[in-house]
């Protein structure tokens, strides 16, 4: 028999029993991360949307050509359309300070061998 009020055989204690919902994804995010920006995309619509925390609160942000600058992270994030591990499709891509998208992994090496990768890839 188990000594603690809550505790099974094996030694596990369970939580009592609340009719309380773990909080959602947004809530964990704005109230208990708190976040400062957070962006959702969806695959199926292609539309990219941004949030910015303000006053404790999540805030839709405006974005021009489907872009956002992060002060923060001295980066931003768009909405790139290229092929990408073989699948052709719109894809969220970090950019920089001039607006020029990071580097992939493989783009970088084809840079490294003197290879211009918009050629290559045809963009």
Sequence with gaps: MPSQPNAVGNGQVLRPETNEKPPSKWEVYEQILRVPVYAVF????????????????????ELSDSRVWIAD????????????QGI???????????GNWILTEAEQRLRESGIDPDQFLNR
């Excluded at 539309?47 to 839709?60: H, I, T």
């Excluded at 992270?73 to 990408?84: D, I, N, R, Y």
């Excluded at 719109?90 to 001039?98: I, S």
């Design 88 to 98: 052709d499709r719109l894809w969220l891509r970090w950019y920089d300070v001039d």
């Design 42 to 61: 969806s695959r199926y619509t292609n539309r990219l949307r941004v949030f910015a925390l303000n006053a404790g609160r999540y805030q839709e942000l």
């Design 73 to 84: 992270l001295s980066l931003g994030l768009g909405l790139w359309e290229g092929e990408f």
